[in-house]
Structure formats: C-alpha cells, structure tokens
C-alpha cells in the first residue's frame, strides 16, 4: 500500500488546442478510497491511465509511494486495473483468470492457487471458480475482475468506471460491495466515474474535475453543503443545485421580487448567482414568494420533485426543482409559490463561478 501523489501533472495530446489534463496537483492518503469525477471529457480517466502508466506524462510528475514512477512502464509500478469491460478471457475459467498473471509472472502453483482461493472467498466466488465467463451475469464478471487484480496483491487498485455495464439495481449493490471490500482491504484506491451517486457513496473524498482542470477535491458533505464554485454546486448532488440570477440590494439577495437575507458572514453587492438546493425551498403558505410554474412531478414515495420553470426569469434552461413531501403534491400546470432557508443558500460570482464569503 502506499500513497499517490499527482505533482503539476499534465497532459496534452498533439494537435489539441488544450490539454487533457492540466496541472493536476492531488494528493492520495495510504489506503484512501479517491473517487474522480466530472463529465465525459473532463480528463478523470486520461489521469488514471497517466497513473497506470498507460498514458504519457506530458509535464509534471506521478509519485506512488514516495517513488517517482512518471517514466517507468505499467508492470514497474505495482498497481492493479480494474476496466469498465471486465476484460476476462472468454476460454479460461474464474480460476485461471484470477491467476493468468501471476502465472505470467512465474510464481509457485501452490502459492497461485492459495491467493485464488483467498481472494474467491473474499468476493464470494469459490463456487464459480471452474466455471467459464460466460456462464456468469454482469455482476459476477465484475467480480472476477477484481479478484484478478486483487490477488496481485499491489499497492494500488485504479478502477476505471467499473460498474458501468451493470444495470441500476446491480450497480447500487455492487458499489456497495467495492466500498466494503476496499475498507477491508485497506488498499489505496482511485475510482473513476461520470456517476455523482456513485462518487458521493463510495469514497473516502471526491476530486471533481472540469475541462482537465480540478475543481475541488473534500469528502462528499463538503462539496454539497460548501461548494468552491458554480461548476461544482450544479455537479454535485441529485438533483442538482438551483442556480438563478438574482441581486445584492440593501443586505439582501432579491430574486423574483422574493428577498433573502445574506448568508452569515458573505459580502456581496450588484449582480449575482444565487444557489438553492431543492430541499432549501419550500411551498409558501401564501401565495407570495418565489413563484414556479410546475412542468413535471416525480413521485418516487416519501418524496417528490417538482420540475418548473420561474416565472420571472423567461430565459432559465434549466428546470427549477423542489423537494415536496410524497402526500398531497402539486400537479403539472399549476404555479407554486416558494419560500427559502436563507442559512441553505449559496452565492456564486456570475462571472468566474467562484463562491463568495
């Protein structure tokens, strides 16, 4: 085991007008569980694969462990991948696939078979062990390719969106399952996933990345309830955060004719974006407040989302959510008028994203 650190870390492709990554400064603990995160494009799988040694390291530097590994090849860096298509030979059993690379490496069969075994019991598998891949479901394939890397026993496990040819239901029990493997193993690992669910569920702390730049990097409570910027505020979370123009006047954020008071402590004037996550809004007991015309409602027990658009911003995109309680919604068609936790907003600057206060 051993940490990771990535040192001013870039990448750039020839003939792009910007790079893949850039200048990605991170540190990895011993035995954290690192999720990177972010949209397609945004450089998390280009990084594990400068990590893995499958990509070149344009400027910068990777550590593992204190040793400098920028230029040395994949088998010289002691980590273990785990890829989005299982990549299991179709021809070999459970067994021989856990244990195609040690016995690439020459090791002992006893000690093969000892390390296949431990590793089939840890990811309940011993049953499967003669069977072929074929004859097992998505969620079991996965595992197999896990115990393939964990029997490697390697300082590092770099799983690049491992869960994403399962189906919803396989995917929750299955990230379940890497997270308590990860925590028993103690092994530093770096997760990579387009799925915010899936990052905010299963690590240790989450990088966010946009664009190949990072953006911010805490544990999941951290980015929801302080994000550093509007990327990140409108990334995190799900739904997703409200973002709405509004304006500082007299002490207070105004946005539909509905003023807010200032959060403790920020100081902020003109022209802003204001935050609000779903379950800081609420419906008014009168019709004043900020008004909503609902488009769609989502049901799914105990709560419902309320999709609309504000009345007075004619121009808003993106649809305005509210958390309501699952009895006694609203209907589509209808305006919903709505109250605001003023110690639940965020302020953004509308410009560079940046948070204020």
Known sequence: MAAVTFAQTTQRYPGSDRPAVDGLDLEIADGEFLV??????????????MLAGLEDVTEGSILIGGRDVTDLPPKDRDIAMVFQNYALY??????????????????DKAEISRRVADAAEILDLTEYLDRKPKALSGGQRQRVAMGRAIVRNPQVFLMDEPLSNLDAKLRVQTRTQIASLQRRLGVTTVY??????????MGDRVAVLKDGVLQQVGTARELYDHPDNAFVAGFIGSPAMNLLPARVEGGEVVVGGLPIPLPAGVQASGE?????????????????????????????????FVYGRPQHAT????????????????????????????????LFDPASGLRLG
């Open 90 to 107: 179709p021809h070999m059993t459970v067994g021989q696939n856990m244990g195609f690379a040690l016995k690439i490496a020459g090791m």
């Open 36 to 49: 990177l995160v972010g949209p397609s494009g945004c450089g998390k799988s280009t990084s594990l694969r």
């Open 272 to 304: 802003v974006l204001l935050g609000m996550r779903p379950e800081a809004v609420w419906p008014a007991d009168a019709p004043t407040g900020l008004a909503v015309e609902i488009d769609v409602v989502e049901e799914i027990g105990a709560d419902a």
């Open 315 to 346: 121009d808003q995109k993106t649809p305005f959510v509210v958390r309501v309680p699952g009895r006694g919604v609203p209907r589509a068609g209808q305006t919903l008028h709505l109250d605001v936790d003023p110690r639940q907003v965020h």
């Open 192 to 201: 990579v996933t387009h799925d915010q669910v899936e990052a905010m569920t």
